[in-house]
Nanobody, 123 residues
Framework: QVQLVESGGGLVQAGGSLRLSCAASGRTFSSYSMGWFRQAPGKEREFVGGITWGAESPYYDDSVLGRFTISRDNAKNTVYLQMNSLKREDTAVYYC????????????????WGQGTQVTVSS
């Protein structure tokens, strides 16, 4: 079982940047695809972006395309979410999750989840 811990959330002004990290325990991190999701109050959890196990193909929801970048360092068992040009509507709890499915966007395909980190974007 892989355990995930997110960090890097906080309060930022609109237009600013944050970098989230997701540290994974376990020896098979490199075999999994990783996803980032977010959930705002009163809304369903939504897909933000993901990266395949070989890191050859990051993929994103249209709402963050061009602003967010996902990368991974398998040697450090860590995946990153660089968020630039943040908007108020990006405010949410952000979760990382792990999947054996290739390039999935669907929460049921992700078997392990972190506890989440709050991102708040002020105007």
């Amino acid at each position: 079982q892989v355990q995930l811990v997110e960090s890097g959330g906080g309060l930022v002004q609109a237009g600013g940047s944050l970098r989230l990290s997701c540290a994974a325990s376990g020896r098979t991190f490199s075999s999994y695809s990783m996803g980032w999701f977010r959930q705002a109050p009163g809304k369903e959890r939504e897909f933000v972006g993901g990266i395949t196990w070989g890191a050859e193909s990051p993929y994103y929801d249209d709402s963050v395309l061009g602003r967010f970048t996902i990368s991974r360092d398998n040697a450090k068992n860590t995946v990153y979410l660089q968020m630039n040009s943040l908007k108020r509507e990006d405010t949410a709890v952000y979760y990382c999750a792990i999947s054996t499915s290739y390039a999935s966007r669907y929460p049921p395909d992700f078997g392990s989840w972190g506890q989440g980190t709050q991102v708040t974007v002020s105007s």
